[in-house]
């Protein structure tokens, strides 16, 4: 068991978690897909980006992933000779064991059935673990990866170059976010709702407009439901905007200092990565020329709204602001005048999505799910 992060605050939770060797992929796959995937308002995990010197590194790893939807596992040629991949994967499929991670495992550069049975190349890597580490550790290991190798995956080699890899890869992501942010309960019903509300919604955005900065509402009383059509929304129009901001739950922003936390948290995710320029001035120059979509989902204190509002006023002219909350009387306080008002969202029905968005069999990771192929 792999001990667990005892800091005081709350463990930072994350759509994506990324395991990769570094060595291979890191200047290359994996800086392109972490960027397009910070461009899509996907949280992700990336160990040099999150990780901070001088914390307990395997505590920090596990409870990332512990916290997170989806682990994306790059097995490159060099994967299996690394100690730290390798442990790391343990973690990992130790956590998809518990119904609780959904793994995707990508096969960069190297054959799936090498990886599975552990012959050619990864077989001479384990050879050298076997010398010097223990006999239980490296047989996890080899459990671990024949685990992952058997999920289906992506094999680099069936696809023409990378980027439409990527684009497969972060089309089936923000898929299964779509779906995780659905109720999974017995009300599910078997119509797929976010369509007629789309075309609801459509008119009231006004994607066309180039005049100002347009505010609008999205009020729903289920959080699940409310959630999961702000990101709907937000994937099927983001590409229309020069810069693109999702900011996930907003009341959840750590308490202390919340104001300069949501502001901060705003400035960082509207850059498309984690590492702040030195001074927002050159943030808010650079919007201000430029057509953004911010969407702020659950917000539940009109100070939140006061704090973005500081930055989304200078927005360049079509910019537009997207607030879900469950108080309607939060919306009409901050004089939000255009509402979309929503009293029951509906789902796919499972089978259904599962079908849709293209999940493979391997996908529906608990055997003895009610919602498996063999039931």
């Not at 050879?127 to 024949?146: F, I, M």
């Not at 190798?149 to 684009?167: F, Q």
Request: net charge positive; charged share 25%; hydrophobic share 40%.
């Amino acid at each position: 068991m792999y001990p667990s992060s005892t800091s005081s605050t709350p463990p930072e939770k994350f759509d994506v978690f990324l395991s990769f060797r570094g060595k291979d992929t890191r200047r290359s796959f994996i800086s392109f897909l972490y960027k397009e995937l910070i461009r899509m308002s996907i949280r992700t995990f990336k160990d040099d980006v999150e990780l901070k010197s001088g914390r307990r590194i395997s505590s920090d790893l596990l409870t990332a992933i512990e916290n997170s939807k989806i682990a994306v596992v790059v097995v490159s040629k060099n994967y299996p000779a690394s100690p730290w991949c390798l442990r790391e994967l343990a973690m990992i499929m130790d956590v998809e064991k518990r119904g609780s991670l959904i793994v995707m495992p990508i096969f960069y550069n190297v054959e799936p059935a090498h990886v599975r049975r552990q012959v050619e190349k990864v077989a001479l890597q384990f050879r050298k673990h076997e010398d010097r580490e223990n006999h239980e550790t490296v047989v996890s290991w080899r459990q671990a990866l024949t685990n992952l190798a058997s999920i289906s995956g992506h094999c680099s080699r069936d696809w023409e170059d990378d980027s439409k890899l990527l684009d497969e890869i972060t089309k089936r992501i923000s898929d299964m976010l779509l779906f995780s942010a659905t109720p999974a309960s017995d009300g599910i019903s078997k119509e797929f709702g976010f369509g007629a509300h789309m075309k609801e919604l459509y008119p009231l955005l006004d994607l066309d407009s180039n005049e100002g900065v347009r505010v609008i509402g999205i009020w729903a009383r289920g959080g699940n439901g409310r959630s999961a059509l702000a990101r709907y929304v937000y994937q099927k129009i983001f590409k229309q905007f020069q810069s693109q901001c999702f900011l996930e739950n907003v009341k959840e922003i750590p308490r202390d200092c919340q104001m300069s936390n949501l502001r901060d948290e705003f400035l960082i995710r509207i850059q498309g990565g984690y590492s702040k320029m030195k001074t927002s001035v050159l943030i808010k120059t650079r919007l201000m020329s430029q057509k953004v979509l911010l969407v702020a989902n659950n917000v539940d204190k009109l100070e939140q709204l006061d704090a973005l509002a500081e930055d989304f006023n200078c927005f360049g002219p079509g910019s537009l602001v997207i607030i879900t909350t469950q108080d309607k009387q939060l919306l009409v306080a901050f004089g939000v005048k255009i509402v979309y008002e929503v009293e029951c969202l509906r789902c796919f029905e499972v089978r259904q999505l599962f079908r849709q968005i293209g999940f493979r069999e391997r996908d529906l990771y608990d055997p003895g799910s009610k919602f498996s192929e063999s039931s």
